[in-house]
């Protein structure tokens, strides 16, 4: 389950149809919210990006690494405890993906795909 739910956020962040051996080599770990809403991935560059399945959004946090959901907050440890190349003002931070803190950004890739559907969609009604 966390295969697919993974699947689906780096599809929406890069954009490109992906399936689980696609994802393979493309992040160091993953955690999702119990609900599965909300994903955050850790790259290979120390990024940890949390997408939003439900809205198609993300943001990045480079201070730290993710270890896990407590319903929507994402709590992280600071990149004091790693050698991080951006490093966190604390050990241990949370981040509350409902309040109005986050900067998120609309998922880039998604709006090219859904430009794609609409375009063939026109093109069949014509």
Known sequence: MLTEIVTRALSQLTGNALNGDGIKGQFQYAYASD?????AILTHDMTTYVV???TQRYFAECGGSPRGFAGHVLEMEGATAR????PAAQDLFDLDMDADELSWRQCPGLRHMSTRAHRSVESRAA
């Open 52 to 54: 939003d399945l439900s």
């Open 83 to 86: 050698s991080h190349p951006w």
């Open 35 to 39: 609900d599965g809403q909300y994903v």
